[in-house]
């Protein structure tokens, strides 16, 4: 099993939508869990970070769920600049800051 | 901040040349990691340090990796000899990891190299 998990897309959703990514993680021990963005041919950039009683920003919402092992993404009122690659990132051990990626969901809009 | 800062920007050589990536990290940074992008694999983790010392290298891929961190403003990734598998983007990104460990701030990335070998 993968460290981190995620659905690759693509993503293809009209402006307005609501879209939602899914992460998994191996794990059970991490305890920090963060989504970042990467526009094409750039570096990925911390989008936000993801705590355990859910945190929201702006049209952007992030959940975790240690019981299963997931964190999610929602977007709401999806807008052409949201077009990006989104990646979950989980601190298997935060001892020693080891910081795993997942694959990365590409999302169009 | 001039954050973290990679160099070169893009490297084409050829096959069986020794290549060398370079990395300054944001200043009061002690984490330093290496990844690798390629469209099949995604961010792969190669190495990453703590305090300039190397935590977990298991995702090098082979002895013809090697990376060091010789102080806290510097690190290097050398691919000795190099194959045209080898070619992709090298990010090279830093964070603050606080005492006690048990949370982390964000990882800042360099630009990222982006690796050709013909």
Redesign the interface.
């Known amino acids: 099993r993968k460290e981190v998990e995620q659905d690759p897309g693509p993503f293809n959703v009209p402006e307005g939508a609501t879209v939602a990514f899914n992460c998994t993680y191996s794990n059970s021990a991490s ?2 869990f ?1 989504w970042y963005r990467q526009d094409c041919r ?5 989008l936000m ?1 993801v705590y355990s009683s859910g945190n929201e920003d702006g049209r952007f919402t992030a959940q975790l769920n240690r019981a299963s092992q997931y964190i999610s993404l929602l977007i709401r009122d999806s807008k052409l600049s949201d077009s990006a690659t989104y ?1 979950c ?1 989980v ?1 298997m051990s ?11 969901t590409r999302l169009t809009v | 901040d001039a954050g973290v800062i990679q160099s070169p920007r893009h490297e084409v050589t050829e096959m069986g040349q020794e290549v060398t990536l370079r990395c300054k990290p944001i200043s009061g940074h002690n984490s330093l990691f290496w990844y690798r992008q390629t469209m099949m694999r995604g961010l792969e983790l190669l190495i990453y340090f703590n305090n300039n010392v190397p935590i977990d290298d298991s995702g090098m891929p082979e002895d013809r990796f090697s990376a060091k961190m010789p102080n806290a403003s510097f690190s290097t990734l050398k691919i000795q000899p190099s194959e045209p598998r080898d070619s992709a983007v090298y990010f090279c990104a830093s964070s603050y990891q606080g005492t006690g460990g048990t949370m982390n701030t964000e990882a800042f990335f360099g630009q990222g190299t982006r690796l050709t070998v013909v």
């Open positions: 305890q920090s963060f750039k570096e990925p950039k911390l970070s990646l990132v601190n935060p001892g020693d800051n080891d910081m795993r990626f997942g694959a990365g």
